[in-house]
């Protein structure tokens, strides 16, 4: 018994070195040379080098009290209040009366805030993404937004609508997901053309 005994410790240790030491290590060593910035998180800085996020988190663009800041594109509503932690859906399904109300509060939010009729405020406005953390909106969303953005920066919405086209990407491979714009990054662009 005493045998086995060691031997299974033996076997516990080399086992705890190989794959909860020397196998991470390689593969981050490894990703730090193929992909270093995916191998970081993804970090996107601003323009003084500080970190304000990451390409693949969505975050609010509020003020103190939760409110929206009209000078900015607003995300898709988040769950978990974009907190990683807190990263899910609200579980709430199709035929929940408690889904259906947050989506016509929200629904009238976003119109009012945009300045646009109901009619135009596309889904993922007012709906959360599965994670609750999804980094990009659909082109419809972020068009919507485009004349609330330029009148809070006093620029012409052309120009906004610009930079849009920046931050717009296509389907994965070509034909995989949708079209999305990644509101971090045109944020930034935003920050950087007009201050």
Same mark, same amino acid.
């Given at each position: 018994?005493?045998?086995?005994?060691?031997?299974?410790?033996?076997?516990?240790?080399?086992? #705890?070195?190989?794959?909860?030491?020397?196998?991470?290590?390689?593969? #981050?060593?490894?990703?730090?040379?193929?992909?270093?910035?995916?191998?970081?998180?993804?970090?996107?800085?601003?323009?003084?080098?500080?970190?304000?996020?990451?390409?693949?988190?969505?975050?609010?663009?509020?003020?103190?009290?939760?409110?929206?800041?009209?000078?900015?594109?607003?995300?898709?509503?988040?769950?978990?209040?974009?907190?990683?932690?807190?990263?899910?859906?609200?579980?709430?399904?199709?035929?929940?009366?408690?889904?259906?109300?947050?989506?016509?509060?929200?629904?009238?939010?976003?119109?009012?805030?945009?300045?646009?009729?109901?009619?135009?405020?596309?889904?993922?406005?007012?709906?959360?993404?599965?994670?609750?953390?999804?980094?990009?909106?659909?082109?419809?969303?972020?068009?919507?937004?485009?004349?609330?953005?330029?009148?809070?920066?006093?620029?012409?919405?052309?120009?906004?609508?610009?930079?849009?086209?920046?931050?717009?990407?296509?389907?994965?491979?070509?034909?995989?997901?949708?079209?999305?714009?990644?509101?971090?990054?045109?944020?930034?662009?935003?920050?950087?053309?007009?201050?």
């Amino acid at each position: 018994m005493t045998r086995q005994l060691l031997a299974s410790v033996r076997a516990l240790l080399l086992a #705890t070195v190989v794959l909860g030491l020397a196998y991470p290590l390689l593969m #981050t060593g490894f990703a730090q040379v193929a992909v270093p910035g995916r191998a970081d998180g993804s970090l996107v800085t601003s323009a003084d080098g500080t970190v304000v996020g990451s390409s693949l988190l969505g975050q609010g663009f509020v003020d103190s009290a939760g409110d929206p800041l009209p000078q900015y594109f607003q995300s898709r509503p988040s769950a978990g209040d974009w907190d990683g932690a807190a990263s899910g859906g609200s579980n709430l399904g199709p035929n929940s009366p408690e889904l259906a109300s947050a989506v016509a509060e929200r629904r009238s939010a976003v119109a009012s805030f945009n300045g646009v009729p109901e009619s135009q405020v596309p889904d993922d406005a007012v709906t959360t993404s599965a994670s609750g953390l999804d980094p990009d909106i659909s082109p419809a969303y972020a068009a919507i937004q485009v004349d609330r953005v330029a009148a809070a920066r006093g620029v012409p919405p052309s120009e906004v609508q610009a930079l849009v086209q920046q931050a717009t990407h296509g389907r994965d491979l070509g034909f995989i997901g949708a079209p999305g714009v990644d509101v971090l990054e045109l944020n930034l662009a935003l920050d950087r053309a007009f201050g």
